[in-house]
T-cell receptor
């Protein structure tokens, strides 16, 4: 079982719709969860992080965390063509030696069509 | 503020040859990471430095990969000899804190390696 799993997609949504991206993780003790966005040919950039169960909103983005189900998701409201990218879920595993050691999923390709 | 600088951006070599990548992190960032990203996959951590000391190199193939961070600033990642499966983008990232639990890593543009 992979440590962090995502549906690789591609996920295609029309402009203005809600895009829902999902991620599961295997280490039940993980404490910190992140969503990175990566445009084609570019490097990843952090969109959001979440530590506590529930929802966290930032503009059009909402991260949702359910530690009991070991599940984290990212919702993008009012999707725009400029949101078309690969979205990487990342987790910092449990344990004192993790020191910011991000473990990434394989990424979900999102395409927003006009 | 200048970002993470990497060079070269692109490199094509034949298998069994050697290659070196250079990284200059954001000024003041004590933690430096090298990630390998194979096409269609997420980045995989190869090595993590805190200043000039290694924090984690558990996923670095030490028979062919080596990395150093002299003086706690610039870093070099070397592959010798290269294999076909080393074809990937090598991403350097830096962060402010050793306990980078904010997860805010700043990535460079990457060095794309093609091994023929």
């Amino acid at each position: 079982q992979k440590e962090v799993e995502q549906n690789s997609g591609p996920l295609s949504v029309p402009e203005g719709a809600i895009a829902s991206l999902n991620c599961t993780y295997s280490d039940r003790g993980s404490q910190s969860f992140f969503w990175y966005r990566q445009y084609s040919g570019k490097s990843p950039e952090l969109i959001m992080f979440i530590y506590s169960n529930g929802d966290k909103e930032d503009g059009r983005f909402t991260a949702q965390l359910n530690k009991a189900s070991q599940y984290v998701s990212l919702l993008i409201r009012d999707s725009q063509p400029s949101d078309s990218a690969t979205y990487l879920c990342a987790v910092i595993p449990a344990g004192g030696t993790s020191y910011g050691k991000l473990t990434f999923g394989q990424g979900t390709i999102l395409t927003v069509h006009p | 503020e200048a970002g993470v600088a990497q060079s070269p951006r692109y490199k094509i070599i034949e298998k069994r040859q050697s290659v070196a990548f250079w990284c200059n992190p954001i000024s003041g960032h004590a933690t430096l990471y090298w990630y390998q990203q194979i096409l269609g996959q997420g980045p995989k951590l190869l090595i993590q430095f805190q200043n000039n000391g290694v924090v984690d190199d558990s996923q670095l193939p030490k028979d062919r990969f080596s990395a150093e961070r002299l003086k706690g600033v610039d870093s070099t990642l070397k592959i010798q000899p290269a294999k076909l499966e080393d074809s990937a983008v090598y991403l350097c990232a830096s962060s402010l804190s050793k306990f980078a639990n904010t997860g805010e890593l700043f990535f460079g543009e990457g060095s794309r390696l093609t091994v023929l």
